[in-house]
């Protein structure tokens, strides 16, 4: 099992990176061998800034654009207007891989 490297990109600006781990997903995920992964849900939120981590904790799933096979991205959008924060986007790094 590998690791993730997650980037919070806001108005095409890069406001965080950093790495978390990887875990054992259900259907939606990076596949690796026979089943899906997604980065760490407390990793990611501990990694935020602190007027993201509602939004990422209120937002909606993971997806994947056709094409990027190792890398799923999750939209941030306030509570209050419906209007987007930012985006943040998980690239799967397998183990040993730098």
Known sequence: MGKFIVEL???GVIRGAWTVAARRAAIVG?????????PAHSQIVAGLPYHYRKAFERGGTWWQRNGLVDVVRRDLYRARDNAP??????RYMKQGEK
């Open 9 to 11: 990109h806001d108005n």
């Open 30 to 38: 990076i596949w690796e061998g026979d089943w899906p992964y997604l």
């Open 85 to 90: 924060m930012g985006s943040i986007f998980a």
